[in-house]
């Protein structure tokens, strides 16, 4: 008889996964959305300690660190030797678009951590099954499609028409076809930003399609609401009520069914906030990074000769360094926001999952920005003094106190710097894209909002008027802007309540501003 054998059969292979069906082939899909004060339209179902990682925002702070670096040790861009002329050309228009570049690099190295490193994509992507994209699936492309291009052209027509922005007015004829530098064209301040969404929306526009594949191709099914194909469902529904005859009732009725779905509410209003916000980042973030190259390279001046300069020098070239260490430090807090609100996709787990609904919460946001808030604090609520540094004038006297309140200003801002780069690629205003529970956040809620509040208190010391009527008034005036801070505080956390994440968090979290007192 033969010898039994050792080894053991070798198991049958598994059959394999059969790929899920499309989540979104549902004909109704989208159109019953949750009851009550507004939409959540996405709901996590990891822990809430995986939601965020402290790591996108310092690679993305090393990133600005190291353009700052560069542009600070640079006074203007490498001549190359006459051989090397065509180079040369190539090196001084690298160095005329360096601070877009740098931005660029700063997304860049940002989304790569977010994919290569923390792979967030995995959280609302399925690689490993993929589904076949059937006509079905191409037409729901297309209708997600048309709905980008009408919230595009929507945005395109209040730009143009809406006296803040009015891109009619700008010489874009001058800039692109007789070459015009921006320093040429006066008078319109959002002069870049238009120049970068003619660049950037058909940029968008051309991406959706190959990223819309994706999302049929690839998408969980327990992933956020698609409100953009929602958005489509809907102008399709206008469509066929125009078609089917304007006054025709069943028509006319689903029409109006459509547009008041709360996910279209809800991406309407989370453009509103991308659309408001990004001009204003983009532009500062262009303009501190101009900033920062004077002043850095002031402050290198001026350390160059430390040992021959008297004490009352030596007190300037202090205040030198506060400046250049505050620009770096808002700089680090714009590039971040700006990536943070540029950046908004399913793919990396940074789409809004809700927007601010109420009047009240939008008005408490808006009105800490332009052009709202230098109305309130320009003539409403004025509490500094107009063309005078107060924390220097009144301080300079005492080289001791203008040291240490410029210590506390610096650390307040840093922290505050700080609660922005905890949020990564998800840094947002009026809006819920995932919970942020590291950095300064492990132990308040509104880290960056008491920060800001007390080094106003430091920079523009209203208590310190030689009038003491005056002192009094300017004291009350930013009392009253710290409560508007507050009150913005409040909206947010009433907004966020919603998510069961954040509630965790409060309970783990429960001091607001100041740890064990409030």
């Not at 808002?330 to 789409?351: K, N, V």
Request: aromatic residues 16%.
């Amino acid at each position: 008889m033969p010898e039994a054998s050792n080894l053991t059969p070798e198991p049958a292979p598994a059959p394999e996964r059969p790929p899920e069906a499309s989540p979104f082939a549902d004909p109704n899909y989208g159109r019953d959305a949750e009851e009550g004060e507004y939409v959540i339209a996405s709901k996590p179902h990891w822990p809430m300690a995986e939601t965020q990682s402290p790591l996108t925002g310092w690679v993305g702070a090393a990133v600005v660190l190291a353009g700052a670096l560069l542009l600070a040790g640079c006074h203007e861009a490498p001549r190359l030797p006459e051989s090397l002329s065509a180079l040369d050309q190539t090196v001084q228009t690298l160095w005329y678009w360096r601070h877009s570049l740098i931005i660029l690099f700063i997304f860049f190295a940002m989304f790569f951590v977010e994919t290569v490193v923390l792979k967030t994509h995995r959280r609302h992507f399925d690689f490993e099954h993929p589904r076949a994209v059937d006509q079905a699936a191409w037409r729901r492309i297309g209708l997600r499609w048309l709905a980008t291009l009408f919230c595009v052209g929507a945005a395109t027509f209040l730009y143009c028409f809406l006296g803040e922005y009015n891109f009619t007015r700008f010489d874009l004829y001058g800039v692109l076809v007789e070459g015009k530098s921006m320093d040429q064209v006066k008078g319109h301040f959002y002069g870049r930003y238009i120049l970068f969404y003619i660049v950037a929306m058909p940029t968008l526009l051309a991406a959706c399609i190959p990223y819309y594949w994706l999302v049929e191709r690839h998408a969980r099914h327990n992933g956020p609401t698609d409100e953009f194909l929602v958005l489509g469902y809907a102008l399709r529904r206008i469509a066929w009520w125009f078609n089917t005859g304007f006054f025709n009732p069943e028509a006319r009725a689903d029409a109006r069914r459509a547009l008041a779905n709360p996910h279209v509410a809800n991406l309407f209003r989370g453009l509103f906030v991308k659309f408001f916000y990004v001009p204003l980042m983009l532009l500062w973030t262009f303009n501190l990074w101009n900033d920062w190259e004077h002043v850095s390279h002031s402050f290198l001046a001026l350390s160059g000769s430390a040992n021959e300069l008297d004490a009352g020098q030596t007190l300037q070239a202090y205040f030198a360094f506060h400046h250049m260490y505050f620009t770096f430090l808002i700089l680090l807090d714009l590039s971040s926001a700006l990536a943070g609100y540029c950046i908004s996709m399913r793919l990396l787990d940074t789409h809004i999952t809700t927007a601010e609904p109420t009047l009240f919460g939008w008005t408490m946001a808006l009105a800490c920005y332009p052009p709202f808030n230098s109305t309130i604090s320009g003539i409403y609520l004025p509490y500094d003094t107009p063309n005078v540094v107060v924390w220097q004038t009144r301080l300079n006297g005492n080289p001791t106190l203008v040291v240490a309140a410029s210590v506390l200003m610096l650390g307040l801002m840093t922290i505050y710097t700080w609660g922005t780069l905890a949020f990564g690629l998800r840094f947002s205003n009026l809006t819920n894209r995932g919970l942020v529970c590291n950095g300064p956040y492990r132990y308040i809620r509104h880290p960056a909002y008491i920060c800001k509040n007390l080094a106003w208190w430091i920079e523009y010391m209203p208590f310190t008027s030689p009038n003491l009527l005056d002192a009094v008034i300017r004291s009350v005036h930013l009392l009253m802007v710290n409560l508007i801070y507050g009150l913005r505080a409040y909206t947010e956390e009433r907004h966020l309540m919603r998510e069961a994440h954040y509630r965790e968090y409060c309970r783990k979290v429960p001091w607001r501003f100041i740890p064990g007192i409030f």
